[in-house]
């Protein structure tokens, strides 16, 4: 029911209602109806919010309305947290009344196996019927700080910020308001899509892309249902605004949950990296690292490059951060000398200003907060700043507290005057176009609670600070790269062609041939005595092998016989093949040796279509699963760049006197995958192993082709 042929996403009513109308409030103060309605009227939202009960003549201190067909307008979205029986004649009900937008709080549907599912394929028959555009069910509710709307069951507490959130689970939009407030994160808007069953990801994904407040987007992911769509969109909104997931349906036990938890189609984790990459979305591996990057990407801005100055008091912290910043390829180089030159006034004489910049232990401010930063974010050397220890009350009321008596404990105002006067500080992000992103061990701190509360990432280690630099650099790259690459992410438009089903390994590679696919010099022989003559006129070494039908691993029935040298060694080899399978074709081909393997594959996963494989090949490829992926179709920009995401990837770049492997002659080995399988739908997958590298070039010298 996704009509992503509309002009106007339907969010965009959703999350700007100018009325609503709850259903399920109550006045037990404990029931999620009651808790959302409260959320809602307690926001500031400016429309009207009417209440409906069938019994009760107020709720929560407010008139009520006994039925839909009483309300004096048909409100513009309608909040329904009630239970599933009660929901889809309300929602019918609500529906002749006049509503064409819901948010669908209610679970019980497809998440909970047969009988949800029936339920399901009745409310979608109810929305079709009156044309209402929904979120959810079973979700936790919208919120969109900039129109004061929540109708989450959690208040929101802070002022209105630049991260967009869209997640599959309800507790990371609502019981993490907390968590976030007391780190100066702040949402422009979060969205809780529960199953998906009309609004989804990527209609949530093309809404936080045209707002104009929000500025980075964080989904949280259990699976995709549109996985085509979601590239194409995610792709288009990443050259404009950066985008970091979470996904959660990886492994095998993630799947078992997210199975149970909104109905979800998980995938393996390789191909979320594959489509992610594909995309321009980051990947964070934890909660806690999507929230840190998205913090980070929607409060400063991109840096023009990876080199990094570090500022600190303290030589532990600053060589924290120099390895981290090693390890996430920001480079932390020695500054020049007139840089250096700069700089020395300001510190002490035992302070490094070589990068990091380490001040030692100081009690002096003004160089720290003031002077030192105004020259390292004017200098055009340096394009991103971290800071680790700037900290001023907290660490003097700690200090004060431990003299005890001595000192006469620490009054507020004394502390009022140790405060550091971050003004000219905060402003030069936004002035020089520089990320600062800086890390404390004091959270109770004058200097701490500025820093959040004027949106400056602020985290509890060196290494996290770090971590989410390297996000603002690595997403830099990929808005850069996508819109250079603009032009190129047009794809030719594809034909369906008559069905195929190749018989063996011989007909396989054929087709492969049509589509770009290099192979080794080889022929088919249909006796023993051909064999013999086509190695002669092949030339030693050959390989051998017997092609009977229904039989996918050859090698292990015995029919693969290489580096044959003699004519009496394929005489032999070919009546071997014959002895088990007298009838089968016996295929001659030129020995290659390379050294160097790969694996080309494709596969179909559902809501996705065929997804090109990219892999390290040879006998251990299972064991290594150093694999990519990407959704067909795909650009050529976007098939020479699969290489990179290999683990092994410098394994097949020039090496031991070897020259690179050609990433032209691969990019179109994989663009023919992909546009062999959308010509030919009937292709459930295809194996190409190995794809032996000689002097460069990738020549395919086995395959398989599987019809669905």
């Not at 999507?290 to 991109?302: E, K, Q, S, T």
């Not at 800071?387 to 005890?404: C, L, P, Q, Y």
Request: hydrophobic share 45%; charged share 20%.
């Amino acid at each position: 029911m996704h009509q992503t042929e509309q002009r106007i996403n339907p969010l965009t009513t959703i999350m700007n209602p100018q009325s609503v109308v709850v259903a399920g409030a109550s006045n037990s103060i404990v029931k999620m109806g009651a808790i959302q309605a409260l959320s809602l009227l307690n926001s500031g939202f400016a429309g009207p919010v009417y209440l409906l009960h069938p019994t009760e003549k107020q709720v929560l201190g407010r008139p009520t309305y006994p039925s839909p067909e009483a309300l004096p307008e048909a409100p513009e979205v309608a909040l329904l947290v009630t239970p599933s029986r009660i929901t889809l004649p309300l929602l019918d009900a609500l529906g002749e009344r006049g509503v064409r937008y819901a948010v669908i709080v209610t679970a019980g549907f497809a998440e909970v196996g047969a009988d949800g599912e029936a339920l399901q394929k009745e409310l979608l028959e109810i929305t079709r019927r009156h044309g209402i555009r929904f979120v959810g069910p079973n979700c936790i509710g919208i919120l969109n700080t900039h129109a004061k709307m929540n109708m989450t069951v959690a208040p929101y507490l802070d002022q209105p910020g630049h991260l967009g959130l869209i997640s599959q689970s309800g507790t990371y939009v609502a019981q993490t308001m907390a968590y976030l407030r007391e780190r100066g994160i702040r949402y422009s808007q979060a969205i809780s899509v529960g199953n998906s069953l009309d609004i989804d990801v990527v209609d949530g994904l093309d809404h936080l892309g045209a707002d104009p407040h929000t500025k980075a987007i964080a989904l949280y992911l259990e699976g995709i249902n549109r996985g085509r769509e979601f590239v194409e969109t995610a792709r288009r909104v990443a050259r404009e605004k950066p985008i970091v997931a979470l996904y959660a349906g990886g492994s095998e036990a993630g799947r078992r949950s997210v199975r149970s938890h909104t109905a979800s189609l998980g995938g393996p984790d390789a191909l979320f990296d594959g489509i992610f990459a594909q995309a321009g979305v980051l990947r964070a591996r934890s909660v806690q690292e999507m929230f840190d990057w998205g913090h980070a990407l929607a409060n400063m801005p991109p840096p023009r490059g990876r080199r990094m100055a570090i500022l600190t008091h303290s030589g532990g912290p600053a060589a924290s951060m120099a390895d981290a910043c090693d390890k996430a390829g920001l480079t932390v180089t020695e500054f020049s000398a007139e840089l250096q030159e700069k700089l020395r006034p300001h510190v002490v004489a035992t302070a490094s200003v070589k990068n990091p910049v380490d001040l030692t232990f100081i009690i002096e401010s003004e160089s720290f907060v003031k002077h030192l930063p105004e020259i390292l974010f004017g200098a055009e050397e340096i394009d991103g700043i971290l800071v680790h220890g700037m900290m001023d009350t907290g660490f003097a009321k700690m200090i004060i507290d431990n003299m005890g008596s001595l000192a006469g404990g620490a009054p507020p105002e004394f502390l009022k005057m140790l405060e550091f006067d971050l003004d000219r500080l905060l402003v030069l992000p936004a002035q020089t176009g520089k990320p600062l992103v800086a890390s404390t061990f004091l959270r109770v701190d004058h200097a701490a609670e500025t820093f959040r509360e004027h949106g400056v990432p602020l985290f509890s280690s060196p290494e996290r600070a770090v971590a989410a630099m390297a996000a603002l650099a690595d997403s830099a790259q990929i808005r850069a790269r996508r819109r250079a690459d603009r032009a190129a992410t047009e794809t030719p438009a594809v034909t369906e062609r008559a069905s195929v089903a190749p018989r063996n390994e011989y007909e396989a590679k054929r087709l492969l041939a049509e589509y770009g696919v290099p192979l080794p010099r080889e022929e088919l022989a249909a006796e023993v005595a051909d064999a013999v003559r086509i190695a002669d006129r092949l030339g030693y070494p050959v390989a051998v092998k017997g092609l009977p039908p229904g039989v996918a691993h050859k090698t292990e029935a015995g029919l693969v016989w290489l580096d044959l040298r003699s004519a009496a060694e394929v005489q032999n080899a070919a009546e071997k093949i014959r002895e088990q399978f007298p009838a089968a074709p016996l295929l001659v081909s030129e020995m290659l040796c390379g050294g160097r393997e790969l694996v080309v594959g494709l596969t179909r996963f559902p809501g996705f279509g065929p997804c090109v494989m990219l892999g390290a090949g040879g006998i251990f490829t299972e064991a290594i699963r150093d694999v990519t992926f990407r959704v067909a179709p795909f650009d050529r920009a976007e098939a020479v760049a699969m290489l990179d995401d290999l683990k092994l990837r410098h394994v097949y770049g020039a090496l031991r006197g070897r020259p690179a492997v050609d990433r032209e002659i691969l990019a179109d080995i994989l663009l023919g995958v992909g546009r062999l399988a959308l010509e030919h739908p009937e292709i459930a997958e295809i194996d190409i192993n190995p794809l032996i590298v000689v002097d460069g070039r990738p020549i395919a010298v086995d395959a398989l082709i599987v019809a669905g």
